[in-house]
């Protein structure tokens, strides 16, 4: 069992910054401290080398346009949601026409956008189960989705997607990744469930060069401008809905309205340092992390604000603007974290504040 606790603290601004990755334990077993009364392996340091955001500008653009068209396609399908555009995976975990929907969408869109590079593209959905027979009408239903989504876009005219145009989009996110090169990394639905219940989701979209994060996307179509936990870091009084979180490696973080023209506005992680003032986000789901930990941990902290939990990373896009000052999750037995997941949120956590993120394993007998 994995345990990932996100912390974040005020901090001075620096030229780097820092990953305090934890050993599993079972690797150094005559080095262990304790933290929150759990054994563990002191951290190691590991430096990450920060790139003018410049040389991001061009990927920046096309991954906001991309959220933010695949976010569209999502709102629609949520307002008139139908039993039919609900199906479950092999894991049992639900899948929507939304989801392929998105997935296609932010492909074709930095297809377009980054022509002149080949792209790579690791993200959780593929089409297996929409080539099988009887998934003609919910393909179809996708492809007008996507075609009515991509024709509010001037870049992309009168063209008309066929369905082996969507089934080929959707597999370009079939990529294996790996340490070297360019890899676009992509959620189209972080949240699926609190998609279905009309509640918090993501489109979470990220890019790693030679193996780091350099630039994250999150396209929350659900999160207030105003801030989730009652503390109003953010300064805003506003009852609009619907955010777009965007960060590259070392300018910082910065937050706009989803449909909107309006100026990005830099945000930074909460200046609470004292526990006992902080408030803490953790998973909606029990299934998606253990709840009982979670409360122990804080109560041992001295945490007294209830949690508050959320789906998906939008919780990531809070954090980063100050909602809240910690994140708990804490999988299940067995459970593998996947990298689109973490990777667009982590970014735009991180920004360019100095973060302290640790990971760490317990001994599990």
Not at 38 to 57: D, G, H, N, Q, W
Not at 64 to 82: D, E, N, Y
Not at 211 to 227: F, H, I
Request: charged share 25%.
């Amino acid at each position: 069992m994995s345990i990932n606790c996100f912390r974040t603290a005020k901090a001075p601004l620096q030229s780097f910054a820092s990953v305090k990755a934890v050993p599993r334990i079972r690797d150094s077993p005559k080095r262990l401290v304790s933290v929150f009364g759990i054994k563990s392996s002191p951290p190691t340091f590991v430096t990450l080398r920060v790139v003018s955001s410049m040389a991001y500008e061009k990927e920046l653009d096309a991954a906001k346009k991309a959220a933010s068209l695949a976010a569209r396609l999502c709102q629609k399908v949520q307002k008139a949601l139908l039993q039919s555009d609900v199906q479950s995976k092999s894991d049992k975990s639900p899948v929507t026409v939304a989801d392929y929907g998105s997935q296609a969408v932010v492909t074709l869109v930095l297809e377009k956008e980054l022509s002149s590079e080949p792209l790579s593209l690791v993200a959780e959905e593929d089409s297996g189960d929409l080539r099988k027979d009887g998934s003609q009408d919910t393909l179809e239903r996708i492809t007008k989705l996507v075609n009515d989504t991509l024709a509010t876009e001037e870049s992309f005219g009168d063209s008309t997607l066929s369905t082996d145009d969507l089934l080929r989009a959707i597999d370009c996110g079939t990529s294996e990744g790996g340490p070297n090169g360019r890899h676009w990394v992509l959620d189209p639905i972080d949240g699926t469930k609190g998609f279905l219940r009309g509640d918090q989701y993501a489109v979470a979209l990220g890019l790693l060069e030679e193996g780091k994060v350099v630039l994250g996307v999150l396209a929350c179509p659900n999160l207030p401008l105003a801030s989730i936990a009652g503390n109003n870091n953010n300064n805003s009084s506003s009852d609009e809905i619907g955010c777009l979180f965007f960060a590259t490696i070392g300018s910082g973080t910065y937050m706009q309205l989803l449909d909107s023209k309006s100026s990005p506005v830099k945000v930074q992680v909460s200046r609470v340092e004292n526990p006992e003032e902080a408030s803490f986000f953790e998973s909606f789901e029990g299934a998606h992390s253990l709840h009982g930990l979670s409360s122990s941990i804080a109560n041992k902290l001295g945490v007294k604000a209830p949690p508050v939990r959320i789906d998906s990373q939008a919780k990531y896009g809070a954090l980063s603007r100050g909602d809240g000052a910690i994140y708990l999750r804490f999988p299940h037995k067995g459970y593998r974290e996947k990298i689109w997941d973490h990777v667009a949120g982590a970014i735009v956590v991180t920004g360019k504040i100095k973060l302290s993120i640790y990971v760490i394993t317990p001994i599990c007998e």
